[in-house]
């Protein structure tokens, strides 16, 4: 078989950094090209080129043996190239239909020949088992649903070669799946698949061949089939990495944080958690897992005090802190790894030191009679650059904006983490970090559970959830569908559960459970 | 290039761009620039370039008058551009400045060790209070503080001229009784040495405002607190920060500076309370010198400097027969041309690259 695409001697600058360095990348056509990397590696920028969105300062681009200049998306287009985006570029209120002929309408007349369009979709949809409804309203639909409507748009510009930007981040485990099988189907139909990602064993799973990329430079390429995750991990972090969390059976002493009852809105105005009881005990994580949008974010939220609780209360320790102030939560001793970095968790304009102390400028030794202390920030800064090996090109002096995303995450870690809160509410801690910060947070975050603190623990990363949590509570709709012992369960339970097919708390029910013990 | 660098070389380039556009103008409708730039260095220096004569230092005492007020509202600007906010109230809380400086004056009887500091605080209090509105209903009710402070500046400007002919009793219609001297900013000394020029101890508290900003700014937990939710409001909330009474407050400072610069005027420019027929657009050249000097107190403290000179050249100009609206045009496309601050920044980067190639950078 011949190489569709190849990338050669690529090499890309960005202000001060080399995003990528040479990097030659051959793919065959019908297979699945995995391209792995940590955050900031290179992966996206190399695609983007790919794509038309930047071009490249050195190098040469060939497609089917021809040497081509993609100067623009559209040159792409024509060259059979689609992109599936992390984030989904759809228009809400339009069908699925709508959605895919935008800008290339047909016409009859001077009307949209919407029955053409339709029947097109659908036996494209047919052809690739893709299952989408083309009538429906991209509102309506899952997210997963939304994706193959992006993967659709591809097709439907007759693409021969697709990219696939993170594609599962979004999407449960038995949804994962379901993608998986696509991706083959289309390899099947003829179809070249690049796909980024630094998830393992989704490469392990689907890939025929792994490209690595460290720092801008391509490690190496290797058939997946000769190759395992520790070696991939190994290439792609430069040293080795061990993937399981080692921990002790969790000894949980008094309940800490306990909600009662809860019921708080959503953005939309309607009820984002309905009735909601947990507790969280000293010396225990308790994970939280559900797909995104069940609920998790107005639960964090209404604990931490970012948002307004409806009804029901929230008790840390035994205080009633449903009403008290994000200050006097904190207070009180609760801590908070947010889920938006750079929303909640940073001020991008301020350097890393001051982002350090953010929650504690005005106490000593950061500050005196109302006055900062400028080498106590300094030195606290350097501390936790160390200790969390926060990387930066300024240290301590650094703009957190100049920061890529992954020492955001980790620079916002350190802070959390070193102020090691009794009731600590994490979320999504190692989001876009590599596999090796994510071994040095998860052995931090146990320590804490081991220092007795009350850990809840909410991550769309199933792994991450079943690695380190004591007990797993599910959450759908809004509601806990069940919590079970992080010990007996599986992803196949929790997947079902998640999806709400399943409901574990039915039996609790049936004992007569109270809400404040679950 | 590094942010501090940037912050040093792109508005002295966007002055330099400025400069090159009057210019340019100048020669366009048939004039030299030369004569133009004969003015202007008259204007900062009292130097004649073309007859050669001795320095003329009254020129300088009044282009310092000319900077003090627009120094003072471009640290008030500033300070609520800090904490995120777009305050048009500058004019109006002056204004305001200006009668509580005129009432004290006139109705407090005391020693001036006591009138005067008592005049300028009642300048700063008044100010504040006129911040604070907007800050408050800001903070309660999410009204937009740029359409609250813009109709404030009416409210200001009419209540003003109200208190000064029905309260104060104007004779003439224009202003009140003279200031007994106790209240006065007025220096014989400095009017000697600027061959009686308006000079006045009002630079002194100027320059204390321009510390006193940089101090709260950035030394101390107040000024960080204060730029957490001119950054990033959400984040501040997130870390406990009480962002609504960050706001009241950073507009009440806000017109404490402005309120000071009325101060300033009544008691140091002038004698007397005036009527006020329309806003004199100290406000507004406060934005301009916020903008150019990067809201950094030093930064301000040029701008201010500058426009105040490039406003003490105009009758300069005139008398050169260049039109005196060109020292405005410079002073607005010095403005424009910081406002493209990330143009120049993209043409100085692909210049620097050019230079030298790129060595091997990472992200990291």
Partial sequence: MSNIVEMLHITKDFPGIRANDDITLQVEERSIHALLGENGAGKSTLMSILFGLYQPDAGTIRIRGKEVKVSDPNVATALGIGMVHQHFKLVHNFTVTENIILGMEPRKGLLVDMRTAEQKVEDISKLYGLAVDPRSKIEEISVSMQQRVEILKMLYRDAEILIFDEPTAVLTPQEIHELMQIMRRLVEEGKTILLITHKLKEIKEVADVCSVLRRGKLVGTVPVADTDEERMAEMMVGRQVSFHVQKTLAKPGDVLLRV?????????????????????????????????????????????????????????????????????????????????????????????????????????????????????????????????????????????RAMSGGNQQKAIVAREIDRSPDVFIVVQPTRGLDVGAIEYIHKRIIGERDKNKAILLVSLELDEIMDLSDRIAVIYNGEIVGIVDAAETNENELGLMMSGALHKAQEAAQTGREPAHV | MSTRKEKIVLPLIAVLLGFLLGSLIVIL??????????????????????????????????????????????????????????????????????????????????PKAIHLPLVLLAAIAGGALWGAIPGFLKARYNVHEVVVTIMMNYIALHFNNYVILNIFGSVDR??????????????????????????????????????????????????????????????????????????????????????????????????FGRVIQAAEGYGFDGIAVALVGGSEATGILLAGLLFGGLKAAQPLMQSQGIPREIAGIIQASIVLFVAMKYGIKMVLDKFERKQVPTTEGERV
Wanted: with cysteine; aromatic share 8%; charged share 15%.
């Fill in chain 2, 174 to 271: 224009v202003k009140t009784a003279p200031f007994p001297e106790t209240a006065l900013l007025k220096s014989p000394f400095l009017e000697s040495i600027t061959r009686n020029s308006r000079l006045n101890w009002g630079f002194i508290p100027v320059l204390i405002a321009v510390l006193i900003f940089s101090f709260i700014i950035n030394k101390t937990t107040f000024g960080f607190s204060l730029r957490a939710v001119g950054y990033n409001k959400d984040a501040a909330r997130y870390a406990g920060i009480k962002v609504n009474r960050n706001i009241i407050a950073s507009m009440a400072i806000a017109g404490a500076f402005a309120g000071l610069a009325g101060g300033v005027i009544t008691v140091g420019t002038f004698n």
């Fill in chain 1, 260 to 400: 009662e009852g809860l019921n708080v809105k959503n953005q939309k105005g309607v009820l984002g958690v309905k009735n909601l009881s947990l507790s969280v005990r000293a010396g225990e994580i308790l994970g939280l897992c559900g797909i995104d949008g069940n609920g998790q974010t107005e639960l964090v939220q209404a604990i931490t005090g970012l948002t307004k609780v409806e009804s029901g209360r929230i008790f840390l320790r035994d205080i009633d802190i449903t009403h008290l102030s994000i200050k006097e939560r904190s207070d009180l001793g609760l801590g908070h790894i947010p889920e938006d970095r750079q929303k909640h968790g940073l001020v991008l304009d301020f350097t890393l030191g001051e982002n350090f102390i953010i929650h504690n400028y005005y106490k000593e030794p950061f500050a005196h009679w109302g006055i900062l202390n400028k080498k106590a920030i300094l030195e606290n800064a350097q501390r936790l650059i160390k200790e969390f090996d926060v990387r930066s090109g300024q240290g301590a002096i650094t703009p957190a």
């Fill in chain 2, 29 to 110: 409708t048939g004039r030299s620039p030369i004569s133009m730039y004969a003015a202007i260095i008259k204007g900062f220096s009292g130097i004649d370039i073309i007859n050669g004569q001795p320095i003329n230092t009254r020129y300088i005492g009044e282009f310092i008058i000319q900077a003090m007020p627009i120094i003072l509202t471009g640290l008030s600007f500033a300070f609520a551009s800090r904490t995120g906010l777009f305050s048009i109230g500058a004019e109006g809380q002056l204004m305001i400045g200006s009668i509580s400086a005129t009432a004290v004056a006139l109705l407090v009887q005391a």
